[in-house]
């Protein structure tokens, strides 16, 4: 309903699919993106599987997930997080090409993110024997939302950082390991 509401265009359209059982929805795209979603699913080869029966022929699948050589923070949504050659073995279980590429930041972002693993390891060290593993996962989840506001005013007050924008990043092929997210290009 908000998509319908905030970009009603004539010829476009919206529909929630569930892509592991996607009913009638047969259509096909040259380009399908996927951002961020793979490391919250326990089981992901029947939703990689619905994701590339949308690529059309000649098509391709963009999809980013967090690079988890370069996580610093625990995340209670992430089911599982990858290094590049883990997302590579999983997703060419599916698709018979895979490129796997690097989303870095410039020095800006790079300044950032110390600054955010810094507010990190501040705050957990208040929990040194790891109580918050014991608690309920809705508790979890709502002091992990509230924290990581912290975190972000933290780390751009001590960065001193302008707003960070798309300028600020890009994608590469080198230095992967060293990658803020992993970038996924992958075809039928």
Not at 41 to 55: C, K, S
Not at 142 to 154: D, E, G, P, S
Request: hydrophobic share 40%; aromatic share 10%.
């Amino acid at each position: 309903v908000f998509c319908r509401e905030r970009w009603d265009r004539p010829g476009l359209r919206f529909r929630c699919v569930d892509l592991t059982d996607p009913g009638d929805f047969y259509d096909t795209f040259e380009l399908v993106l996927n951002f961020q979603v793979v490391e919250h699913i326990v089981d992901p080869v029947p939703f990689l599987e619905g994701l590339r029966d949308r690529v059309g022929a000649g098509g391709q699948l963009m999809l980013t997930t967090p690079n988890r050589l370069e996580t610093f923070s625990e995340n209670p949504y992430h089911v599982r997080e990858y290094t590049k050659e883990e997302l590579a073995e999983l997703l060419g279980r599916v698709f018979s090409k895979v490129e796997i590429l690097g989303m870095h930041g410039n020095e800006k972002v790079t300044v950032f993110d110390r600054g955010r693993a810094k507010a990190v390891k501040r705050i957990l060290r208040l929990d040194p024997f790891g109580i918050r593993n014991l608690l309920p996962r809705k508790v979890v989840e709502v002091a992990f939302a509230r924290l990581a506001v912290i975190v972000r005013r933290q780390a751009r007050d001590d960065s001193g950082a302008d707003k960070i924008v798309p300028e600020d990043f890009f994608v590469s092929g080198t230095d992967i390991d060293e990658a803020l997210d992993l970038v996924a290009l992958c075809r039928p």
